[in-house]
């Protein structure tokens, strides 16, 4: 199925209408394609433009936040990782625990996970209260 064409009538510069003259004359070329593929590049670009125009700037704000948030893991990951490896290396190793050091050890995680839950449900952070210093009133 062919798409429909309507005819158009328009003035073009005399120097233009030169080159457009040209152009067909070469074979397989006709004005109306000539026509049509530059009226669709013309369409193409300033449609391009206007959404780099719409959403340029919040996809360089998302970018930005992207970047800081992998960073931010990154330095989270590696101090995690050197803080196990001195923990391993200056820490001696522990006799086996007997059931009262077990049930000592689990109570400690468990408020240890608590406080993890607790601190992420109420949106703060462990690390800000921690090296911030007490707001007194």
Do not use: C
Request: charged content about 25%.
């Amino acid at each position: 199925m062919k798409a429909k064409k309507v005819r158009h009538q328009l003035f073009l510069a005399g120097d233009l209408s030169d080159k457009l003259e040209a152009l067909a004359a070469k074979p397989g070329a006709s004005k109306s394609a000539i026509l049509a593929d530059a009226v669709a590049a013309w369409l193409d670009r300033r449609g391009n433009h206007e959404l780099d125009q719409r959403f340029g700037l919040r996809l360089n704000r998302i970018s930005a936040q992207l970047n800081r948030i992998e960073r931010d893991g990154q330095v989270l990951l590696e101090t995690l990782a050197l803080f196990v490896r001195y923990q391993l290396t200056v820490t001696a190793p522990l006799p086996e625990p007997d059931a009262a050091t077990r049930a000592v050890a689990r109570d400690r995680f468990k408020n240890f996970v608590d406080q993890v839950a607790r601190q992420i449900a109420g949106g703060g952070s462990g690390l800000r209260s921690a090296t911030a210093p007490e707001e007194t009133s």
